[in-house]
């Protein structure tokens, strides 16, 4: 079955970086775009960074554009997203999600904390 499963959150102070990884099973990953998003408590759901199947283009939400990097390695079947200048607004619950021809799947998120 499908699969996401993120990692690299943690606590980090403002101006630090942090790197999540989301590793992909059950389909077959090169072929489909991927999408981190994140929730902060109390907020909506909010798209963060999009890369397409072969990696090629990228796009970021305005909010993150210049400090996020997200990247894939399709012979590793994982995407990444490199935060880099993390600010307080950055905490977050972080997803990462595809949409293949199964369905939309979703990870189970992984937690960043910015905080001094």
């Known amino acids: 079955q499908v699969q996401l499963v993120e990692s690299g959150g943690g606590l980090v102070q403002p101006g630090g970086s942090l790197r999540l990884s989301c590793a992909a099973s059950?389909?077959?990953?090169?072929?489909?775009?991927m999408r981190w998003y994140r929730q902060a408590p109390g907020k909506d759901l909010e798209f963060v960074a999009d890369?397409?199947?072969?990696?090629?283009?990228?796009d970021y939400a305005a909010s993150v554009k210049g400090r996020f990097t997200i990247s894939r390695d399709n012979t590793k079947n994982t995407v990444s997203l490199q935060m880099n200048d993390l600010k307080f607004e950055d905490t977050a619950v972080y997803y990462c999600?595809?949409?293949?021809?199964?369905?939309?799947?979703w990870g189970q998120g992984t937690q960043v904390t910015v905080s001094s």
């Open positions: 999600r595809t949409v293949t021809r199964l369905g939309e799947f």
């Open positions: 059950g389909f077959t990953f090169s072929n489909y775009g």
């Open positions: 890369i397409t199947a072969s990696g090629t283009t990228q």
